[in-house]
Each structure stands twice: as structure tokens, then as C-alpha cells.
């Protein structure tokens, strides 16, 4: 059953026991009643036992490494729980009867949601039961999505063919090394991967990454559990997802950042592919401005060189741009709508800030969500923050139009 948090909504968080429940039982189950043949997994609501849950998925910036898991923790008070939440009390409420273990034990299956809408699904990595004589017995959780998997993973020697960045994924997760469990939503990725092949003893999370790299797109777990591929981030053919600002009339938020830093500015950009030769793009005038900030990618997995020098055109930052880089808000603050908006907001979503300036007007921009942050507690309610990158909203060319009728940078034929 949901738990009403103050402020914020009805939050459930359970935990996988182990246990099947529903199941068809001859001569005792109804024909066609609600029990299943293999009957479904049971699950423990743990929300009452728990003060604070945290959790955090995505990067902070572009530059972070992508391919990271998502993680969630809280602490829970095995006191309010009469003692069934130690792991050793086999006639525990939640003790897995069948099998003879815990059953709530590491590699569960954990799930935070919010009115329906998940915000976190992954497994257990640690639980650890802490003893204080003359105090709470305590419960530490700490999760992991199921991107941590890829990580487990070592790959054989595997010969490769020519193939766009998001067949590469697929076949990897397909391999037997990995044999990937859960659902996926892998979008047709932009970039071309040479017939290059897998060396033997690979890590999995670290060839995605070089995935990643190569097509410059994102890699995660959604707030359900899907592990998603984006392709070349940048620009977008959708509206906000929310909209946030100051001016009483949009989603307010409780702070904002503006990120203005010289190590944002990238003025030459080399990519070698493997076999081929380093392909070099240089901004000049930049360099002249703030000497020279370079970065490189060596051994990438495009097929030519003429794909590595557009890569590295697309990875110079000449300037440095002032930018909004995170948006914190408190559900609070915010009618029932717009915490529903907020929380189902996915990394890759665009959002759109504006911001009243001491003096004289504000400034909006369109944003791109690269992480999101969350702590949620019984007397402080759900605070989240998101993590942005720059986005560019195209539109599509309309003839005749007086706005969409011009080609130009946000216009665009066929898009």
C-alpha cells in the first residue's frame, strides 16, 4: 500500500522476497479466477520502515562518463518493523520459506514509485543490519539498476560486421556473455561502426561505452527499468517536457545554477579510428582567444576516417556559453499536476528554464536532462534535482510560413 509523503504524494517502496504468490493450484484455484500457472513474484512494501530514500541516475555533465548505473539507498528501522527485517529471523514476516533464505537479501528487486509511475527499479547490492544496544536496529540499503549487470560481464573474442552504433549494442546484449534479461529501448543510432573485432576478455560496460563514444549518445536505465540507447545528443524534435521559471505562472524551482567555465571550451578535437589515421578539427580564432583546450578519442570504433573528422567537428565548444546546468525543485511548492509532470520527467527529456534577472528582463533556455537526483523524506517530502545539457529544438520546414517557413538552424527540411 502507498505511503502519503507530506507534500509530495503516495510513495510505495517494495523489495522482491523470493516468494511466488498467485499461483494455480489444482482442485483450489479458480478456472478463471485471478491465479497464474507460475503463479508472480511476491514483493514486501517496506515504505513504513523507511525515513529517507535517495536516489540518483545520469551524468551531471556531458563530459561525465555515460555508461554509469543508477543507484538507490535508505535506511530502514527494523524496531517499526517488530524485527522482521533481520536477515537471521527465519520466522520473519518476509523470510523465504521455500528456499530456507532471507528474503530480503541482496540481488531483489527493488522499485520506488509515486502514484503509479516508477522513479527507480533496480536489485540490492548491499544489506547491511546494524545492532545499537539501547537504540534502533537499523537497516542500510544500497541498490544498483540493472546497468551494473554489464559491468559483471566479460565478453569472448567476437568478429563484427559493418553496423550502425545501435545494432553494435544489440548484438553485444544479445551475446551469451551477457545474455541481457530485461526489456530495451534501443533508438537507430547516427554514427557507423567498422567491422572491428570484439577482443577477448572484454568488459561489456566498458565496449558500450566505447559505443557510446563513437556515436556520442546516451546509455541508461529508465525510471522503469528499460535499459534505453539515444542517439547523437544535441537536438530534438519535441517540445519541453516542463517548464520551469520564476515569474509564478510555470513550475517554480527552489534553485538554479548557471555553469560559465573555460573548461567547457574545446577548441581542437582528434579521433582515431582503429587502423586509421588521427583526423584533427581546429578552431583557431578560439584558440587564439583561450589557448588551446584539446581532447581526444584514440581506437574508435567508426568505420572511416571521414565519420572521425565529423566527430571531432561536433565535439569542438569554441566559446565558453553560460548555462543553466541543474534546476532544483521541491514537490512543496507544487500543485498535484506538476508534481505528477516532474516526476515522470526521463533523462534525454527536454525541459525549458527561465530565469528573471536582477535587472531587466530573463532569460529561458531549452535544456536536455542528463541526470536526476532525488531525496525523499518523511518530514521534508521529495526534493529532485536535474542535471542539463544544451538542447536545440528543430522544427519542421513549413512553406508559405512566416516562422516556420524560413530554413535555417532550427528549421529544418525533413526533420
Given at each position: 500500500m502507498a505511503t502519503a509523503i507530506i507534500q509530495s504524494g503516495d510513495y510505495l517502496l517494495d523489495m522482491a522476497t523470493g516468494n511466488q504468490t498467485n499461483e494455480f493450484i489444482l482442485d483450489?484455484?479458480?478456472?478463471?479466477?485471478?491465479?497464474?500457472?507460475?503463479?508472480?513474484?511476491?514483493?514486501?512494501?517496506?515504505?513504513?520502515?523507511?525515513?529517507?530514500?535517495?536516489?540518483?541516475?545520469?551524468?551531471?555533465?556531458?563530459s561525465d562518463q555515460q555508461n554509469q548505473a543508477g543507484?538507490?539507498?535508505?535506511?530502514?528501522d527494523d524496531n517499526a518493523a517488530s524485527g522482521n527485517l533481520n536477515p537471521l529471523y527465519t520466522g520473519g514476516t518476509f523470510y523465504d520459506t521455500v528456499n530456507n533464505v532471507p528474503g530480503l537479501a541482496p540481488l531483489r528487486v527493488v522499485r520506488l514509485s509515486r502514484s503509479g509511475e516508477y522513479l527507480?527499479?533496480?536489485?540490492?547490492?548491499?544489506?547491511?543490519?546494524?545492532?545499537?544496544?539501547?537504540?534502533?536496529?537499523?537497516v542500510s540499503v544500497h541498490c544498483n539498476d540493472d546497468q551494473i549487470l554489464l559491468a559483471q560481464a566479460i565478453l569472448p573474442e567476437t568478429v563484427t560486421v559493418e553496423q550502425l552504433s545501435s545494432a553494435r549494442l544489440s548484438a553485444i546484449l544479445a551475446n551469451a556473455a551477457v545474455a541481457w534479461p530485461g526489456t530495451t529501448a534501443i533508438t537507430t543510432g547516427t554514427a557507423t561502426l567498422g567491422a572491428h573485432t570484439v577482443p577477448e576478455d572484454s568488459n561489456a560496460s566498458h565496449y558500450?561505452?566505447?559505443?557510446?563514444?563513437?556515436?556520442?549518445?546516451?546509455?541508461?536505465?529508465?525510471?522503469?527499468g528499460e535499459l534505453t540507447f539515444q542517439p547523437r545528443i544535441g537536438t530534438t524534435l519535441l517540445g519541453p517536457s516542463a517548464t520551469f521559471s520564476d515569474s509564478g505562472s510555470d513550475i517554480p524551482f527552489n534553485n538554479i545554477t548557471i555553469e560559465f567555465d573555460q573548461n567547457n571550451v574545446v577548441n581542437k578535437a582528434s579521433v582515431t579510428i582503429e587502423g586509421g589515421t588521427v583526423q584533427t578539427a581546429n578552431d583557431t580564432t578560439s584558440q587564439s582567444l583561450y589557448f588551446i583546450q584539446a581532447v581526444s578519442q584514440t581506437?574508435?570504433?567508426?568505420?572511416?576516417?571521414?565519420?572521425?573528422?565529423?566527430?571531432?567537428?561536433?565535439?569542438?565548444?569554441?566559446?565558453?556559453?553560460?548555462?543553466?546546468?541543474?534546476?532544483?525543485?521541491?514537490?512543496?511548492?507544487l500543485t498535484d499536476p506538476q508534481r505528477a509532470t516532474l516526476a515522470t520527467i526521463e533523462i534525454g527529456d527536454t525541459i525549458q528554464v527561465t530565469k528573471a534577472m536582477l535587472v531587466g528582463g530573463s532569460i529561458a533556455q531549452n535544456l536536455a536532462v542528463e541526470g536526476i537526483e532525488a531525496v525523499i523524506t518523511v518530514s521534508g517530502g521529495h526534493t529532485v534535482t536535474f542535471y542539463t545539457s544544451q538542447q536545440l529544438i528543430l522544427f519542421n520546414l513549413v512553406l508559405n510560413d512566416v516562422v516556420y517557413g524560413q530554413m535555417d538552424s532550427t528549421n529544418v527540411l525533413g526533420a
Open positions: 483450489t484455484s479458480l478456472l478463471n479466477g485471478p491465479n497464474l500457472l507460475d503463479g508472480e513474484l511476491e514483493y514486501a512494501d517496506i515504505t513504513p520502515y523507511t525515513n529517507q530514500i535517495i536516489y540518483k541516475r545520469g551524468r551531471h555533465r556531458v543507484m538507490l539507498s535508505f535506511v530502514m527507480f527499479v533496480g536489485r540490492v547490492a548491499s544489506y547491511d543490519y546494524r545492532y545499537q544496544l539501547g537504540g534502533l536496529d537499523q558500450c561505452q566505447r559505443i557510446v563514444d563513437a556515436e556520442q549518445g546516451r546509455l541508461f536505465m529508465s525510471r522503469a581506437n574508435s570504433l567508426l568505420s572511416s576516417n571521414a565519420q572521425a573528422l565529423t566527430l571531432a567537428d561536433y565535439l569542438l565548444e569554441p566559446d565558453p556559453v553560460p548555462r543553466y546546468t541543474s534546476v532544483g525543485v521541491n514537490f512543496s511548492m
